[in-house]
């Protein structure tokens, strides 16, 4: 539920008659912040904002998990000029977990969302996030995992099995394999396990690959971290 949608039937009143726009220009806390059209800006949301405005929809979806009500016609006709999304997530293509609404309901145009099996990076998926961060101005790189992860569990019974897949799913799973290697033996769940070390592997690539990336970082303007968002609780814990 996002904070509009949050028993708050004036708050919804207000954005409906004020729209996207004059919103963002009132001191509308928290994560819902609609993207700007006309103007061609980037998001003011520092990297810190942007980690908490996404931490506090996840607490949002955690506590009250109800689909949100933003109207989505208005939303989609005040970003459809221009996009500013205020933090980039490379997600697993998991069904159950989609960033948008774990990350407490937001509407079009506020994420830029990069999704693949086992939440990795390649080419493409570099190439997306650097779009992201150096084009539209996102201040925030989060590589989701989540727990009982096939992608993962693939890869995790090649170090076990020698287990191998049809197509390209044991090529795409390939990367995962030096944090499968890493993991086996640790305490608790392997495949848990290896998608948090996958993810962490998979955050430090991003600024090691990119000198893109790297200088944004370096000057302040971008921060990445690595998270694992929890199947059965809805919780996303941030990994150091
Ligand atoms: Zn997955």
């Given at each position: 539920m996002c904070k509009v949608c949050e028993g708050d039937s004036a708050g919804r009143r207000n954005f409906l008659k004020f729209g996207a726009g004059a919103l963002a220009a009132?001191?509308?806390?928290?994560?819902m912040r609609p993207a700007r059209a006309a103007e061609g800006a980037p998001t003011s949301l520092s990297p810190d904002e942007a980690l908490a405005a996404l931490r506090d929809g996840n607490a949002r979806y955690v506590s009250n998990p109800e689909l949100c009500s933003i109207d989505l016609a208005e939303q989609r006709a005040s970003v459809a000029g221009h996009q500013a999304p205020w933090a980039t997530v490379i997600a697993c293509a998991d069904s159950r977990s989609p960033p948008e609404l774990i990350f407490g309901g937001h509407g079009v145009g506020e994420l830029f969302v990069a999704r693949n099996a086992g939440n990795l990076v390649d080419t493409a998926t570099l190439g997306t996030v650097e779009y992201g961060a150096a084009v539209l101005g996102s201040p925030l790189i989060v590589v989701l995992a989540h727990t009982s992860c096939g992608a993962v569990k693939a890869a995790c019974d090649v170090v076990l099995k020698n287990a191998t897949y049809p197509g390209a799913i044991g090529t795409m799973i390939e990367p995962i394999l030096p944090a499968a290697l890493a993991a086996?033996?640790?305490?608790?769940d392997y495949v848990n396990n290896t998608a948090k070390k996958s993810a962490q592997r998979t955050a430090a690539r991003l600024t090691a690959q990119s000198t893109l990336i790297s200088g944004l970082v370096g000057e302040g303007k971008l921060k990445i971290g690595a998270a694992v968002y929890d199947l059965e609780s809805g919780a996303v814990t941030y990994l150091e």
């Open positions: 009132a001191a509308f806390a928290g994560a086996r033996g640790e305490e608790g």
